[in-house]
Protein backbone atom coordinates (compact mmCIF):
# COMPACT_ATOMS: atom_id res chain seq x y z
CA UNK A 1 0.00 0.00 0.00
CA UNK A 2 1.47 3.40 -0.88
CA UNK A 3 1.60 6.02 1.36
CA UNK A 4 -1.40 8.48 -0.27
CA UNK A 5 -3.32 5.59 -0.72
CA UNK A 6 -4.55 5.50 2.50
CA UNK A 7 -8.23 7.27 2.11
CA UNK A 8 -10.22 7.90 4.87
CA UNK A 9 -13.83 9.01 5.48
CA UNK A 10 -14.62 10.70 8.49
CA UNK A 11 -18.35 11.67 9.09
CA UNK A 12 -19.04 14.95 11.18
CA UNK A 13 -22.86 15.46 10.77
CA UNK A 14 -23.13 18.54 12.38
CA UNK A 15 -19.41 19.65 13.04
CA UNK A 16 -17.53 21.19 10.55
CA UNK A 17 -13.86 21.38 11.18
CA UNK A 18 -14.12 24.96 9.59
CA UNK A 19 -16.32 26.21 10.79
CA UNK A 20 -15.27 29.54 13.04
CA UNK A 21 -14.87 28.60 16.43
CA UNK A 22 -17.37 29.80 19.23
CA UNK A 23 -20.23 30.07 16.55
CA UNK A 24 -23.06 27.63 16.79
CA UNK A 25 -22.49 23.78 16.87
CA UNK A 26 -19.17 24.64 16.54
CA UNK A 27 -16.58 23.78 19.58
CA UNK A 28 -14.10 21.12 20.68
CA UNK A 29 -15.61 18.10 18.05
CA UNK A 30 -14.97 20.45 15.06
CA UNK A 31 -11.86 21.21 16.27
CA UNK A 32 -11.14 17.49 17.32
CA UNK A 33 -11.75 16.74 13.26
CA UNK A 34 -9.70 19.41 11.81
CA UNK A 35 -6.82 18.41 13.78
CA UNK A 36 -6.85 14.91 13.34
CA UNK A 37 -7.53 15.14 9.71
CA UNK A 38 -4.27 17.74 9.23
CA UNK A 39 -1.99 15.29 11.54
CA UNK A 40 -2.77 12.28 9.76
CA UNK A 41 -1.94 13.61 6.91
CA UNK A 42 1.52 13.57 8.10
CA UNK A 43 1.12 9.52 8.04
CA UNK A 44 0.09 9.56 4.61
CA UNK A 45 -3.93 9.91 4.84
CA UNK A 46 -6.35 11.25 2.51
CA UNK A 47 -8.73 12.27 4.51
CA UNK A 48 -12.66 13.73 3.57
CA UNK A 49 -14.89 14.99 6.33
CA UNK A 50 -18.50 14.97 5.17
CA UNK A 51 -20.69 17.50 7.30
CA UNK A 52 -24.13 19.57 6.70
CA UNK A 53 -23.61 22.39 4.79
CA UNK A 54 -24.53 24.77 7.52
CA UNK A 55 -22.35 27.77 6.31
CA UNK A 56 -24.82 28.43 3.47
CA UNK A 57 -21.48 31.41 1.72
CA UNK A 58 -19.06 28.00 2.13
CA UNK A 59 -18.43 26.31 -0.92
CA UNK A 60 -19.51 22.56 -1.10
CA UNK A 61 -16.20 20.97 -1.03
CA UNK A 62 -13.05 22.74 0.11
CA UNK A 63 -9.74 21.57 0.63
CA UNK A 64 -7.76 22.59 3.91
CA UNK A 65 -4.20 20.77 4.58
CA UNK A 66 -2.06 18.64 1.95
CA UNK A 67 -4.70 16.41 1.37
CA UNK A 68 -7.99 16.55 3.23
CA UNK A 69 -11.40 17.99 2.10
CA UNK A 70 -14.84 19.16 3.48
CA UNK A 71 -17.41 17.68 1.63
CA UNK A 72 -20.70 19.67 2.79
CA UNK A 73 -24.14 18.40 2.07
CA UNK A 74 -27.70 19.80 2.11
CA UNK A 75 -29.59 17.27 2.91
CA UNK A 76 -32.62 18.99 1.95
CA UNK A 77 -32.30 21.80 4.02
CA UNK A 78 -28.92 24.34 3.55
CA UNK A 79 -27.98 26.56 6.28
CA UNK A 80 -27.72 26.09 9.91
CA UNK A 81 -30.14 23.37 11.25
CA UNK A 82 -30.00 22.27 15.34
CA UNK A 83 -27.80 19.61 16.10
CA UNK A 84 -31.31 18.17 17.55
CA UNK A 85 -33.25 18.61 14.31
CA UNK A 86 -30.79 17.00 12.15
CA UNK A 87 -31.71 13.38 12.66
CA UNK A 88 -34.91 14.23 11.00
CA UNK A 89 -32.30 15.22 8.02
CA UNK A 90 -30.04 11.52 8.08
CA UNK A 91 -31.93 9.67 5.69
CA UNK A 92 -31.54 12.13 2.36
CA UNK A 93 -27.98 13.15 3.80
CA UNK A 94 -26.49 9.03 3.03
CA UNK A 95 -28.73 9.47 -0.28
CA UNK A 96 -26.80 12.75 -0.70
CA UNK A 97 -23.84 11.53 0.49
CA UNK A 98 -24.08 8.32 -2.05
CA UNK A 99 -24.34 10.56 -5.05
CA UNK A 100 -21.53 12.60 -3.92
CA UNK A 101 -18.71 10.40 -2.92
CA UNK A 102 -17.84 6.63 -4.26
CA UNK A 103 -17.71 5.15 -0.30
CA UNK A 104 -16.36 1.90 -1.93
CA UNK A 105 -13.16 3.83 -2.22
CA UNK A 106 -12.03 4.18 1.12
CA UNK A 107 -10.39 1.59 3.49
CA UNK A 108 -11.72 3.18 6.60
CA UNK A 109 -14.84 4.51 8.26
CA UNK A 110 -14.38 7.17 11.26
CA UNK A 111 -17.79 8.74 12.57
CA UNK A 112 -17.89 11.70 14.69
CA UNK A 113 -20.89 12.17 17.43
CA UNK A 114 -24.02 9.88 17.55
CA UNK A 115 -25.93 11.31 14.61
CA UNK A 116 -22.51 10.56 12.67
CA UNK A 117 -22.82 7.02 14.03
CA UNK A 118 -26.62 6.58 12.74
CA UNK A 119 -25.10 7.11 9.09
CA UNK A 120 -21.76 4.61 9.95
CA UNK A 121 -24.60 1.67 10.67
CA UNK A 122 -25.94 2.10 7.25
CA UNK A 123 -22.30 2.48 5.40
CA UNK A 124 -20.70 -0.95 7.86
CA UNK A 125 -24.21 -2.49 6.52
CA UNK A 126 -24.12 -1.52 2.87
CA UNK A 127 -20.02 -1.13 1.97
CA UNK A 128 -18.80 -3.13 5.28
CA UNK A 129 -15.84 -0.56 5.52
CA UNK A 130 -13.63 -0.90 8.80
CA UNK A 131 -15.30 1.70 11.16
CA UNK A 132 -14.14 3.62 14.09
CA UNK A 133 -16.31 5.82 16.27
CA UNK A 134 -15.73 8.56 18.67
CA UNK A 135 -18.43 9.65 21.12
CA UNK A 136 -17.39 12.97 21.54
CA UNK A 137 -20.32 13.47 24.19
CA UNK A 138 -22.53 10.50 25.59
CA UNK A 139 -26.46 9.82 26.27
CA UNK A 140 -26.04 8.63 29.31
CA UNK A 141 -23.42 11.22 30.37
CA UNK A 142 -25.59 13.76 29.33
CA UNK A 143 -28.50 12.35 31.64
CA UNK A 144 -26.49 11.99 34.70
CA UNK A 145 -25.28 16.16 34.28
CA UNK A 146 -28.56 17.42 33.51
CA UNK A 147 -31.31 14.93 34.01
CA UNK A 148 -32.76 15.30 30.49
CA UNK A 149 -32.85 12.06 28.81
CA UNK A 150 -33.04 11.46 25.03
CA UNK A 151 -34.31 7.77 24.34
CA UNK A 152 -33.94 8.17 20.78
CA UNK A 153 -30.24 8.72 21.25
CA UNK A 154 -29.46 6.56 23.99
CA UNK A 155 -30.95 3.95 21.91
CA UNK A 156 -29.10 4.46 18.88
CA UNK A 157 -25.83 4.96 20.77
CA UNK A 158 -26.30 1.77 22.24
CA UNK A 159 -26.60 0.21 18.70
CA UNK A 160 -23.45 2.19 17.35
CA UNK A 161 -21.07 1.24 20.16
CA UNK A 162 -22.13 -2.69 19.82
CA UNK A 163 -22.04 -2.77 15.95
CA UNK A 164 -19.32 -0.33 15.80
CA UNK A 165 -15.44 -2.23 14.96
CA UNK A 166 -13.36 0.12 17.69
CA UNK A 167 -14.50 2.86 19.48
CA UNK A 168 -11.81 5.77 20.89
CA UNK A 169 -12.69 6.86 24.16
CA UNK A 170 -10.98 10.25 25.17
CA UNK A 171 -10.95 9.35 29.18
CA UNK A 172 -10.61 6.45 31.33
CA UNK A 173 -14.15 7.74 32.88
CA UNK A 174 -15.90 7.51 29.24
CA UNK A 175 -14.50 4.21 28.63
CA UNK A 176 -15.79 2.86 32.21
CA UNK A 177 -19.30 4.61 31.75
CA UNK A 178 -19.70 2.74 27.86
CA UNK A 179 -18.81 -0.58 30.18
CA UNK A 180 -21.07 0.23 32.55
CA UNK A 181 -24.64 1.05 30.17
CA UNK A 182 -23.68 -0.76 26.80
CA UNK A 183 -24.34 -4.45 27.13
CA UNK A 184 -21.58 -5.84 24.53
CA UNK A 185 -19.91 -2.95 23.45
CA UNK A 186 -17.04 -3.28 20.57
CA UNK A 187 -13.32 -3.09 21.27
CA UNK A 188 -12.84 0.24 23.60
CA UNK A 189 -9.27 2.24 23.02
CA UNK A 190 -8.31 5.09 25.42
CA UNK A 191 -6.72 8.21 22.94
CA UNK A 192 -6.75 11.27 24.43
CA UNK A 193 -8.41 14.35 22.09
CA UNK A 194 -4.99 16.52 21.40
CA UNK A 195 -4.67 20.46 21.63
CA UNK A 196 -3.79 22.68 18.67
CA UNK A 197 0.04 23.51 18.58
CA UNK A 198 -0.88 27.27 19.19
CA UNK A 199 -1.50 26.28 23.41
CA UNK A 200 1.92 24.64 23.60
CA UNK A 201 3.95 27.58 22.34
CA UNK A 202 5.50 29.80 25.46
CA UNK A 203 5.40 33.33 23.71
CA UNK A 204 3.49 35.03 26.04
CA UNK A 205 1.93 38.71 25.39
CA UNK A 206 1.04 40.46 28.14
CA UNK A 207 -2.84 41.01 28.18
CA UNK A 208 -4.88 44.15 28.58
CA UNK A 209 -7.49 43.47 31.88
CA UNK A 210 -4.94 42.22 34.72
CA UNK A 211 -5.88 39.81 37.02
CA UNK A 212 -8.50 37.37 36.01
CA UNK A 213 -10.14 34.11 36.34
CA UNK A 214 -11.35 32.91 32.73
CA UNK A 215 -14.28 30.79 31.57
CA UNK A 216 -14.27 29.82 27.37
CA UNK A 217 -17.37 28.07 25.73
CA UNK A 218 -21.03 28.15 24.89
CA UNK A 219 -23.04 30.54 26.89
CA UNK A 220 -25.28 27.75 27.80
CA UNK A 221 -26.44 26.70 30.98
CA UNK A 222 -25.44 23.40 30.63
CA UNK A 223 -21.50 24.36 30.58
CA UNK A 224 -22.02 26.60 34.26
CA UNK A 225 -22.27 30.00 33.35
CA UNK A 226 -24.88 30.68 35.74
CA UNK A 227 -22.97 28.97 38.21
CA UNK A 228 -19.55 30.85 38.01
CA UNK A 229 -21.32 34.00 37.24
CA UNK A 230 -23.17 33.71 41.04
CA UNK A 231 -19.27 32.51 42.43
CA UNK A 232 -17.74 35.28 41.13
CA UNK A 233 -20.10 37.72 42.71
CA UNK A 234 -19.93 35.90 46.31
CA UNK A 235 -15.86 36.69 45.53
CA UNK A 236 -17.03 40.25 45.23
CA UNK A 237 -19.47 40.42 47.54
CA UNK A 238 -18.62 38.59 50.14
CA UNK A 239 -14.88 37.88 49.95
CA UNK A 240 -14.36 41.51 49.17
CA UNK A 241 -11.24 40.39 46.92
CA UNK A 242 -9.39 43.23 45.26
CA UNK A 243 -10.85 45.66 42.48
CA UNK A 244 -8.67 44.61 39.67
CA UNK A 245 -9.43 40.95 40.10
CA UNK A 246 -12.54 40.90 36.98
CA UNK A 247 -14.21 37.39 35.02
CA UNK A 248 -13.59 37.41 31.38
CA UNK A 249 -15.83 34.96 29.71
CA UNK A 250 -15.22 34.15 26.18
CA UNK A 251 -17.40 32.36 23.75
CA UNK A 252 -20.52 32.92 22.40
CA UNK A 253 -21.77 33.94 19.09
CA UNK A 254 -21.16 37.75 17.51
CA UNK A 255 -25.04 38.31 17.70
CA UNK A 256 -24.84 37.19 21.95
CA UNK A 257 -22.30 39.41 22.61
CA UNK A 258 -21.42 43.16 22.32
CA UNK A 259 -17.97 43.12 21.57
CA UNK A 260 -17.31 46.71 21.59
CA UNK A 261 -18.82 47.32 25.08
CA UNK A 262 -17.89 43.87 26.81
CA UNK A 263 -21.54 43.22 27.28
CA UNK A 264 -24.30 40.11 26.68
CA UNK A 265 -27.10 40.76 24.50
CA UNK A 266 -28.80 38.33 26.43
CA UNK A 267 -31.85 39.56 28.76
CA UNK A 268 -31.24 36.65 30.97
CA UNK A 269 -27.47 36.94 31.16
CA UNK A 270 -27.60 41.03 31.78
CA UNK A 271 -29.88 40.40 34.68
CA UNK A 272 -27.42 37.62 36.30
CA UNK A 273 -24.60 40.24 35.83
CA UNK A 274 -26.16 43.39 37.04
CA UNK A 275 -23.67 45.44 39.54
CA UNK A 276 -21.03 43.73 38.05
CA UNK A 277 -20.66 44.87 34.81
CA UNK A 278 -17.19 46.51 35.65
CA UNK A 279 -15.92 43.18 36.72
CA UNK A 280 -17.15 40.79 34.21
CA UNK A 281 -16.33 41.47 30.54
CA UNK A 282 -17.58 39.34 27.91
CA UNK A 283 -15.58 38.87 25.10
CA UNK A 284 -17.11 37.37 22.78
CA UNK A 285 -15.81 34.27 20.04
CA UNK A 286 -11.79 34.62 20.02
CA UNK A 287 -9.48 32.76 17.37
CA UNK A 288 -6.98 29.95 18.67
CA UNK A 289 -4.04 32.90 18.91
CA UNK A 290 -6.31 35.10 21.54
CA UNK A 291 -7.55 31.86 23.72
CA UNK A 292 -3.80 31.46 24.09
CA UNK A 293 -3.15 34.81 25.53
CA UNK A 294 -5.95 34.50 27.26
CA UNK A 295 -5.21 31.44 28.91
CA UNK A 296 -1.51 32.21 29.43
CA UNK A 297 -2.25 35.38 31.65
CA UNK A 298 -5.45 34.03 33.63
CA UNK A 299 -5.46 33.12 37.11
CA UNK A 300 -7.16 30.01 36.74
CA UNK A 301 -9.52 28.87 33.47
CA UNK A 302 -12.87 28.11 35.59
CA UNK A 303 -15.03 24.71 34.07
CA UNK A 304 -17.85 24.75 36.02
CA UNK A 305 -20.15 22.35 33.04
CA UNK A 306 -22.57 19.97 34.70
CA UNK A 307 -21.26 17.15 32.53
CA UNK A 308 -18.22 16.98 29.82
CA UNK A 309 -16.94 13.74 27.93
CA UNK A 310 -13.58 15.05 27.92
CA UNK A 311 -13.03 18.97 28.35
CA UNK A 312 -11.16 20.42 25.17
CA UNK A 313 -11.20 24.09 27.42
CA UNK A 314 -9.51 22.45 30.35
CA UNK A 315 -6.60 20.44 28.01
CA UNK A 316 -6.31 23.89 26.00
CA UNK A 317 -5.60 26.21 29.24
CA UNK A 318 -3.44 23.17 31.03
CA UNK A 319 -1.19 24.03 27.53
CA UNK A 320 -0.77 27.16 28.23
CA UNK A 321 0.43 26.88 31.57
CA UNK A 322 -3.07 27.98 33.31
CA UNK A 323 -4.18 25.98 35.96
CA UNK A 324 -8.09 24.91 35.93
CA UNK A 325 -10.70 24.89 38.52
CA UNK A 326 -13.50 22.09 37.05
CA UNK A 327 -16.65 20.49 37.81
CA UNK A 328 -15.87 16.61 39.35
CA UNK A 329 -17.61 15.27 35.92
CA UNK A 330 -16.67 13.22 33.16
CA UNK A 331 -13.87 13.48 31.63
CA UNK A 332 -12.86 16.40 33.77
CA UNK A 333 -12.50 14.15 36.34
CA UNK A 334 -9.47 12.68 34.43
CA UNK A 335 -8.10 16.13 32.42
CA UNK A 336 -7.50 17.81 35.78
CA UNK A 337 -5.46 16.54 38.40
CA UNK A 338 -6.96 18.06 41.61
CA UNK A 339 -3.99 19.65 43.65
CA UNK A 340 -1.19 19.25 40.76
CA UNK A 341 -2.73 20.98 37.93
CA UNK A 342 -5.85 22.94 39.06
CA UNK A 343 -8.78 21.91 41.99
CA UNK A 344 -11.96 19.83 41.40
CA UNK A 345 -15.12 20.83 42.62
CA UNK A 346 -18.77 19.80 43.14
CA UNK A 347 -21.05 20.57 40.25
CA UNK A 348 -23.17 23.06 40.80
CA UNK A 349 -21.89 24.12 44.10
CA UNK A 350 -21.77 27.90 44.50
CA UNK A 351 -19.99 28.12 47.35
CA UNK A 352 -17.37 25.29 46.90
CA UNK A 353 -16.35 27.23 43.58
CA UNK A 354 -16.27 30.81 45.41
CA UNK A 355 -13.74 29.02 47.75
CA UNK A 356 -11.90 27.33 45.20
CA UNK A 357 -10.92 30.56 43.20
CA UNK A 358 -10.55 32.63 46.38
CA UNK A 359 -7.81 29.87 47.57
CA UNK A 360 -6.43 30.93 44.09
CA UNK A 361 -6.30 34.15 44.58
CA UNK A 362 -5.02 33.85 48.23
CA UNK A 363 -1.89 31.27 47.03
CA UNK A 364 0.52 32.65 44.39
CA UNK A 365 3.01 30.44 45.39
CA UNK A 366 0.70 27.08 44.97
CA UNK A 367 -0.64 28.80 41.18
CA UNK A 368 2.91 28.73 40.42
CA UNK A 369 3.40 25.11 41.31
CA UNK A 370 -0.23 24.18 39.58
CA UNK A 371 0.94 26.42 36.23
CA UNK A 372 4.27 24.66 35.97
CA UNK A 373 2.37 20.96 36.40
CA UNK A 374 -0.49 21.55 33.94
CA UNK A 375 1.99 22.37 31.43
CA UNK A 376 4.43 19.68 31.87
CA UNK A 377 1.42 17.39 31.86
CA UNK A 378 0.10 18.95 28.60
CA UNK A 379 2.85 18.43 27.12
CA UNK A 380 3.08 14.91 27.78
CA UNK A 381 -0.75 13.77 27.09
CA UNK A 382 -2.19 16.24 24.81
CA UNK A 383 0.10 16.81 21.67
CA UNK A 384 -1.47 15.60 18.35
CA UNK A 385 1.78 14.20 16.67
CA UNK A 386 1.49 11.91 19.58
CA UNK A 387 -2.01 11.33 19.46
CA UNK A 388 -2.24 11.05 15.58
CA UNK A 389 0.52 8.02 15.98
CA UNK A 390 -1.58 6.03 18.37
CA UNK A 391 -4.89 6.41 15.87
CA UNK A 392 -2.43 5.32 13.05
CA UNK A 393 -1.71 2.17 14.73
CA UNK A 394 -5.51 0.86 15.31
CA UNK A 395 -6.30 2.20 11.90
CA UNK A 396 -3.14 0.11 10.51
CA UNK A 397 -4.08 -2.47 12.45
CA UNK A 398 -7.92 -2.87 11.43
CA UNK A 399 -7.01 -2.34 7.42
CA UNK A 400 -4.72 -4.72 7.77
CA UNK A 401 -6.71 -7.51 9.64
CA UNK A 402 -9.60 -6.64 7.50
CA UNK A 403 -7.39 -7.31 4.09
CA UNK A 404 -6.53 -10.97 5.47
Not at 123 to 128: L, P, T
Not at 284 to 302: C, H, I, M, S
Request: some cysteine.
Amino acid sequence: MSMLQKKVLFISDHGDPLAPLGSKQAGGQNNYVRQLALSLEDMGYAVDVVTHWCLENAPQIEQFGKNSRVIRLAAGKKGYVDKNELFNLLPSFYKEMKNKIDISEYELLHTHYWLSGVIGLQVKKEFGLPWFHTNHSLGIAKQLGTGVKDNRRLYYEDKILSEVDQIIATTPNEKQLILETVESPATIHIVPIGVSDTYHSLYKRPFEFGNYFLFVGRLEESKGIFVLIQSFRELVEKKKIPKNIKLLIAGGTAQSVNVNKFYPNDPKMRQEIKGLEDRIKFLGPRNEDELADLFKNAVATVVPSYYESFGMVAAEAQACGCPVIASEVGGLKDIVIPGKTGLHVTKGNIAKLTESMYQLLSRPQFVKELKNNARKFAQREFKWQQIAKKINHLYEETIYETAR
